[in-house]
């Protein structure tokens, strides 16, 4: 326990710079290394080298500050400590991130995030090089957002090339990248994107600020960012949106929104998110307005029936079954002949082997996923149809609303359909159709008071404005959507003139 109070007390912005300090904080750690390096060959001029193995690269090291510091002119003058720090900081070294360090925190930060340092014991002074190692994977296909006529890459976890991808799509000069330090622990970088002369200063700085405020040990999955920063934290509706997908996420930058970026992490988050774009693909805007429209209605029908099906079918087999025709009246209950569990009861064990079958594939390795989803749809349910544990019919309408919950373009928006389905499943069986009508409206009602950073959630249906109509269930041409979301309060309102 002393121990560590001692590495607290050496880990501060007091604390003097010095090779014995870092040794003390990072010494006991496999991958520290520690050179004393003489400046010209002058024992007079000691410096020491450190940093982290694996971190770094060896050979930037090498080339750019262990040859001029030893083996070229430029501190042939030097004499001392102090005139060695004077002739690094004009850039005697050959690097263009240098950074003058005169206190441990900083010091052992930059250490830690792949910088090679230089210190200087008696001028009590370091400089850090970043050195970075590159350890991030290639830029690929995005896996989770399917693209059909569009761009194929997508983010990868390095900041840094997360941001530079965003640059190339959006080469306006008032893009602003401005970057801050969560987790006490992780200290994980997160970016801050938006574009100045578009959006609101006032959800600027409250991004901002609900960022700041976190105070965490870690930053490693974005649930930890999405929990902290979101209005109705009790809401299973997601408020933020994710993408994998650089355009469209510079899409919605132009569009007055705010983008985060979190190092380590090849997804991109937007925010505000309303409930409209959960239901929006990026390809609604690629093909033909038309085409795109019918699209779009299909996926809202889509979301209605899979929220709703399953409640509805226990309601009118159970309470009103007066509502069917006569002929299809009599194929249910003949279908259900030998079936010896209610009606609810069969929908919720088709609902939760339904739910068994998506959580297998998942967790799976793919080929093995595929194969129990396969094996689990179609012979075991024939099984169980055969063994008379649950009825045709029933499983015709659970299979319908499983594949219309596929076409939900977002997967946190898909896993709160499927929560409040069984929601509406339970409303229904309790009192039919009465039930599940109190189920849609409590919904409606919950949709309703739900605002995400100042922004009803429903927008644009709650909109004063008609024009921002124009894009939600069906979508008008481009070029008559000429002014950008008025629930944003954009600095600049038109996209064209």
């Given at each position: 326990m002393p121990a560590v109070n001692e590495e607290n007390n050496l880990y501060n912005k007091t604390a003097d710079v010095s090779s014995d300090n870092v040794r003390s904080i990072l010494g006991s750690n496999a991958d520290y290394v520690s050179r004393v390096i003489l400046v010209r060959d002058k024992p007079e001029i000691p410096s020491v080298l450190v940093y982290m193995e694996g971190l770094v690269d060896i050979k930037l090291i090498n080339d750019n500050i262990l040859k001029p510091l030893s083996q070229e002119g430029q501190f042939d003058s030097c004499n001392t400590e102090e005139d060695a720090a004077r002739l690094i900081s004009m850039g005697k070294i050959y690097s263009s991130s240098m950074k003058l360090r005169t206190n441990m925190k900083d010091l052992t930060d930059d250490i830690l995030a792949g910088s090679a340092a230089i210190i200087l014991n008696d001028a009590k002074t370091a400089f850090t090089f970043e050195a970075k190692a590159s350890l991030s994977r290639a830029i690929s296909e995005p896996t989770g957002e399917n693209v059909i006529k569009g761009a194929k890459d997508s983010f990868i976890e390095d900041l840094r090339t997360n941001t530079a991808l965003c640059r190339i799509k959006l080469t306006s000069p008032y893009l602003a990248i401005e970057q801050i330090r969560l987790g006490k622990q992780t200290k994980s970088n997160i970016a801050i994107l938006y574009v100045k002369n578009i959006a609101k200063s006032k959800l600027i700085d409250e991004v901002k600020q609900r960022l700041e405020s976190i105070d965490i040990d870690r930053v490693l999955?974005?649930?930890?960012?999405?929990?902290?920063?979101?209005?109705?934290?009790?809401?299973?509706?997601?408020?933020?949106?994710?993408t994998e997908r650089i355009d469209r996420f510079c899409s919605s930058l132009v569009e007055g929104r705010v983008g985060i970026l979190i190092d380590g992490l090849p997804t991109a988050y937007i925010v505000p998110g309303t409930l409209?774009?959960?239901?929006?693909?990026?390809?609604?805007?690629?093909?033909?307005?038309?085409?795109?429209?019918?699209?779009?209605?299909?996926?809202?029908?889509s979301m209605f029936i899979t929220l709703v099906l399953p409640g509805f079918y226990i309601s009118i087999t159970s309470f009103h079954p007066e509502m069917l025709p006569a002929e299809l009246a009599f194929s249910i209950v003949a279908s259900r002949v030998g079936v010896p569990f209610p009606m609810f009861v069969e929908v919720l064990i088709l609902l939760l082997a339904f739910e068994l079958l998506i959580e297998a594939g998942v967790r799976l390795p793919k080929v093995i996923g595929?194969?129990?989803?396969?094996?689990?749809?179609?012979?075991?349910?024939?099984?169980?149809?055969?063994?008379?544990?649950?009825?045709?019919?029933?499983?015709?309408i659970i299979a319908?609303?499983?594949?219309?919950?596929?076409?939900?373009?977002?997967?946190?928006?898909?896993?709160?359909?499927?929560?409040?389905?069984?929601?509406?499943?339970?409303?229904?069986?309790?009192?039919?159709?009465?039930?599940?009508?109190?189920?849609?409206?409590?919904l409606l009602y919950h949709w309703c008071k739900m605002e995400t950073f100042s922004v009803p959630y429903l927008d644009p249906f709650v909109a004063s404005e008609d024009e921002q109509l124009q894009d939600t269930i069906f979508r008008l041409p481009l070029f008559s959507m000429k002014k950008r979301p008025s629930s944003l309060d954009p600095k600049n309102k038109k996209r064209m003139e």
């Open positions: 999955d974005a649930g930890v960012i999405e929990g902290a920063i979101v209005d109705d934290k009790y809401s299973a509706f997601p408020q933020i949106q994710y409209l774009q959960f239901l929006q693909a990026p390809d609604d805007y690629s093909f033909q307005f038309i085409i795109a429209s019918i699209v779009r209605f299909i996926r809202f029908m595929q194969t129990v989803s396969i094996v689990g749809g179609l012979v075991v349910g024939q099984a169980a149809v055969e063994a008379k544990l649950v009825s045709p019919a029933t499983v015709m319908i609303t499983a594949i219309a919950g596929f076409l939900m373009p977002n997967q946190d928006f898909s896993n709160a359909i499927r929560l409040w389905r069984l929601i509406l499943a339970i409303f229904g069986s309790i009192i039919g159709m009465f039930g599940l009508t109190f189920g849609l409206i409590f």
